[in-house]
């Protein structure tokens, strides 16, 4: 069994930069996927970004650009480097490990708490 710990988020203004960390503990063997997905207030949870353990990356077009996810195995930690963040970023942002490409339909799931960004002037 895996939990995730996110860490990172703040209260950043217009243009700035955050960088959001998750831990993971426990074994991660066969979860081949790393997410961030965030939701904002009347909004439904969208995707933002993935990383597959091959080291493919798909992100959503909002943040394509300003946003880079990348992982440390040796920590078992992903991260979502977010620059040039704009009002619109505005949301809690959650991680997500999962193992779709091992197992298919029926696969684990693991998510964070959710941190709260705030992008404000």
């Known amino acids: 069994q895996v939990q995730l710990m996110e860490s990172g988020g703040g209260l950043v203004q217009p243009g700035g930069s955050l960088r959001l960390s998750c831990a993971a503990s426990?074994?991660?063997?066969?979860?081949?996927?790393w997410a961030w997905y965030r939701q904002a207030p009347g909004k439904q949870r969208e995707l933002v970004a993935s990383l597959l353990t091959g080291g493919n990356t798909n992100y959503a077009d909002s943040i394509k650009g300003r946003f880079t996810i990348s992982r440390d195995d040796a920590k078992n930690t992903v991260y979502l480097q977010m620059n040039n963040l704009k009002a619109e970023d505005t949301a809690v942002y959650y991680c997500?490990?999962?193992?779709?490409?091992?197992?298919?339909?029926?696969?684990?799931?693991?998510w964070g708490q959710g941190t709260q960004v705030t992008v404000s002037s």
């Open positions: 997500n490990l999962n193992g779709r490409l091992w197992y298919g339909l029926g696969s684990p799931d693991y």
């Open positions: 426990g074994s991660i063997l066969r979860l081949n996927t």
